[in-house]
C-alpha cells in the first residue's frame, strides 16, 4: 500500500510538473506572439523616435500638418499642403504651397541648417531642401526653412510618394494651381462616421506615410475627424508672387491668411458655387496709389496704413489735382480682383465705382481717389 501511495504522488507530481511546463510555454509563445504584434503595429511610427527632432513637434487640438508628396528616385518634393484641423469647430482647409517656392533663409537659421548640411545655400528652391539632408528629419529642416518666410507655427508633417499623393490630393480639380482633396480620399473619410471607424483609416493611412508624430498621437484626431462635414472643407493658395517660375511667399498676406482660417466659425456650406467663383484669385502683388480728392486732411495716408496692415502694396499717397470729389473712384489693370479686395474697406463699398483702365502710370496697378464718402 505504501509503495502504490508513493508511486501514485511521483505520478501527481510528476504530471503537475507537466502542466506548469506547458503552462510557462504556452505564456512565453503567446507573450512572443502578442510581442510581435504590437511590434508590427507600432514600427511604422517608431521611425519617429529614432532620431533627434529639429523642431517642437506639436500635435495639440489645432492640427498644423505640412504635407508632402515626394518622388521616391531623387527624393524631390512634387506637392506641398498645409493641412490645418480645428478639433473645436471641426474646421478642416488646405492651404497649396507651391513646389517652386523659393526661400532667402535668414542668417540665424542658416546657420542652423549649416550643421546639418554645409552644401545648403542660403537662398533655396523649397522643392529641393530634403535633399540636402539624410533621415526623416529631412522633412523637419524642410518646416524651419518655410516657418523663416512664413512665420506661423507648423505643428508636425507628413510625407507620402508622389504616387500616393495623387490619390488624396490633385491639382486643378476646382481652381488652377490649388491643391484639393480628391473624391475617392473625400468618400473613403466620410464612411468613418465613428472613432472607430476613423481609427481604421488612420491606421491604414500610416502604413504609407512618414510623419514625426505617432500612430497613437494621430488618433487623439479620431474623434474630432469623425465629426468632420467633409462636403465642407476649404482650399487655398499660400500668398505671394510667381516670377519666372519661382514663387516668392509674402510673408505678411500668408500670415493673415492662415489666422483667418484659424479665427472662423464653423463651416456650415460648401466653399464653392458650381463655377468655382468662390475660390480666392490668385493675383499678383498690385501696387496701389491713394489719391485725396476730398479736401479732408489726412484722409489718404489713414487709408495707405490701413492697406498696409493688412499687406497691400500701397506705393504712393497725394492729393488730387482735380476738383472735390464727393464719391469715391478706383481705377484699376485688374477690375475683378480691385472690387473684391478693395471695395471693403470703405464705409458704402458698393457705391465706389471701379474703373478698368490701361493708362496708369507705369508701376502703378490701382489709382484710388477719394471722395467725401469715403471719411467713416
Request: charged share 25%; glycine share 6%; hydrophobic share 35%.
Amino acid at each position: 500500500m505504501k509503495k502504490q501511495s508513493t508511486a501514485k504522488i511521483i505520478l501527481v507530481y510528476f504530471f503537475k510538473t507537466i502542466g506548469i511546463m506547458t503552462l510557462l510555454v504556452g505564456v512565453g509563445v503567446l507573450s512572443y506572439y502578442l510581442t510581435m504584434l504590437y511590434l508590427k503595429q507600432t514600427d511604422r511610427v517608431e521611425r519617429s523616435a529614432t532620431y533627434q527632432h529639429v523642431i517642437s513637434v506639436n500635435a495639440g487640438p489645432e492640427s498644423s500638418n505640412l504635407i508632402y508628396g515626394y518622388d521616391e528616385n531623387d527624393g524631390h518634393i512634387t506637392g506641398m499642403i498645409l493641412e490645418l484641423f480645428d478639433q473645436d469647430s471641426k474646421n478642416i482647409s488646405y492651404v497649396t504651397i507651391p513646389a517652386e517656392t523659393q526661400i532667402e533663409i535668414t542668417p540665424t537659421t542658416y546657420q542652423e541648417l549649416l550643421k546639418a548640411s554645409p552644401s545648403i545655400p542660403q537662398v533655396v528652391d523649397l522643392y529641393k531642401v530634403p535633399g540636402y539632408f539624410t533621415g526623416d528629419v529631412a522633412y523637419e529642416y524642410g518646416i524651419m526653412a518655410l516657418q523663416d518666410a512664413f512665420p506661423v507655427e507648423i505643428g508636425y508633417f507628413t510625407a507620402v510618394p508622389s504616387q500616393k499623393f495623387s490619390l488624396y490630393y490633385e491639382m486643378g480639380a476646382k481652381k488652377e494651381n490649388i491643391y484639393n482633396p480628391t473624391d475617392a480620399y473625400l468618400s473613403g473619410m466620410k464612411k468613418c462616421t465613428t472613432k472607430a471607424d476613423m481609427d481604421d483609416m488612420l491606421k491604414d493611412l500610416c502604413d504609407e506615410q512618414i510623419s514625426d508624430i505617432t500612430l497613437s498621437q494621430k488618433l487623439n484626431y479620431s474623434e474630432a475627424l469623425s465629426k468632420v462635414v467633409w462636403d465642407n472643407y476649404r482650399i487655398y493658395r499660400l500668398k505671394g508672387t510667381d516670377e519666372e517660375g519661382v514663387f516668392i511667399i509674402n510673408s505678411v498676406k500668408s500670415r493673415k491668411l492662415v489666422n483667418k482660417i484659424w479665427e472662423s466659425v464653423t463651416y456650415t456650406t460648401p466653399q464653392f458655387e458650381p463655377d468655382g467663383s468662390e475660390v480666392e484669385e490668385v493675383v499678383e502683388e498690385q501696387n496701389i496709389e491713394i489719391l485725396n480728392g476730398s479736401a479732408i486732411d489726412g484722409l489718404a495716408s489713414s487709408y495707405q496704413k490701413t492697406m498696409q496692415d493688412d499687406g497691400l502694396s500701397v506705393i504712393n499717397i497725394g492729393n488730387y489735382t482735380g476738383m472735390k470729389q464727393e464719391t469715391t473712384t478706383i481705377y484699376a489693370r485688374n477690375v475683378k480682383w480691385a472690387k473684391k479686395n478693395l471695395r471693403k474697406y470703405f464705409p458704402h463699398p458698393k457705391k465706389v465705382e471701379v474703373i478698368g483702365s490701361t493708362t496708369l502710370e507705369e508701376g502703378v496697378d490701382v489709382q484710388i481717389i477719394l471722395g467725401v464718402d469715403a471719411d467713416a
